[in-house]
Nanobody, 123 residues
Framework: QVQLVESGGGLVQAGGSLRLSCAASGLTFSTYVMGWFRQAPGKERDIVAAISWNGGNLYYADSVKGRFTISRDNTKNTVYLQMNSLKPDDTAVYYC????????????????WGQGTQVTVSS
């Protein structure tokens, strides 16, 4: 019954911006840590960013620090990923995920996953 649905992916030129959204249902959203992960063809799924239930604890991968911002709106059961200054290396399928308790960075620690949304950055 739990569903995480990503939206906002697409094709952009290098240097451009996208805002991804993940709408959650079937869980008490405000009690869950939310994360964004990405996976390119032939590569492992890696953490992009994560945010604690109240927004007090944030994590960003080194490769996106200063360019990406994770946020959440608990009144809308939605987590966002604002992506600026996009690079071709950011091209991947982006997934949102949910877990209990505290922010962690490994995919295996997250309970629920969305289907992913494709982000393609052209040069």
């Amino acid at each position: 019954q739990v569903q995480l649905v990503e939206s906002g992916g697409g094709l952009v030129q290098a240097g451009g911006s996208l805002r991804l959204s993940c709408a959650a249902s079937g869980l008490t959203f405000s009690t869950y840590v939310m994360g964004w992960f990405r996976q390119a063809p032939g590569k492992e799924r890696d953490i992009v960013a994560a945010i604690s239930w109240n927004g007090g604890n944030l994590y960003y991968a080194d490769s996106v620090k200063g360019r990406f911002t994770i946020s959440r709106d608990n009144t809308k059961n939605t987590v966002y990923l604002q992506m600026n200054s996009l690079k071709p290396d950011d091209t991947a399928v982006y997934y949102c995920a949910a877990k209990r308790a505290v922010v962690t960075t490994t995919p295996d620690s997250y309970y629920y996953w969305g289907q992913g949304t494709q982000v393609t950055v052209s040069s």
